[in-house]
């Protein structure tokens, strides 16, 4: 079992930066790849970016690549998310998520944050 706690969203302005971190409870969590995901109003839930176990392999979506940064501290039971140049098509709710196999595929991850707003904005 792992519970999943996301904080540092909230309102910046386009260009700006946020450093999104999500805390997980239990001696497991090494043992997990990690995400990101984020739902804005009206759209479905789409992947932000992911992690391996050992942090060594990362992916991005096409949309945030180069601006988002995936990193992990498994001493530290945590996964951050650091995001600049941010726009405001980034705006929506960003969820960690943890799941035996890293994917792209909302699906395949077993546990889930409440999440965390994001919005771009002037």
């Known amino acids: 079992q792992v519970q999943l706690v996301e904080s540092g969203g909230g309102l910046v302005q386009p260009g700006g930066s946020l450093r999104l971190s999500c805390a997980a409870s239990?001696?497991?969590?090494?043992?997990?790849?990690m995400g990101w995901f984020r739902q804005a109003p009206g759209k479905e839930r789409e992947f932000v970016a992911r992690?391996?176990?050992?942090?060594?392999?990362?992916y991005y979506a096409d949309s945030v690549k180069g601006r988002f940064t995936i990193s992990r501290d498994n001493a530290k039971n945590t996964v951050s998310l650091q995001m600049n140049s941010l726009k405001p098509e980034d705006t929506g709710v960003y969820y960690c998520?943890?799941?035996?196999?890293?994917?792209?595929?909302?699906?395949?991850?077993?546990?889930w944050g409440q999440g965390t707003q994001v919005t771009v904005s002037s």
């Open positions: 998520a943890a799941g035996l196999v890293g994917s792209m595929q909302a699906g395949r991850y077993d546990y």
């Open positions: 239990g001696r497991t969590f090494s043992s997990y790849a």
């Open positions: 992690i391996n176990w050992s942090g060594g392999i990362r």
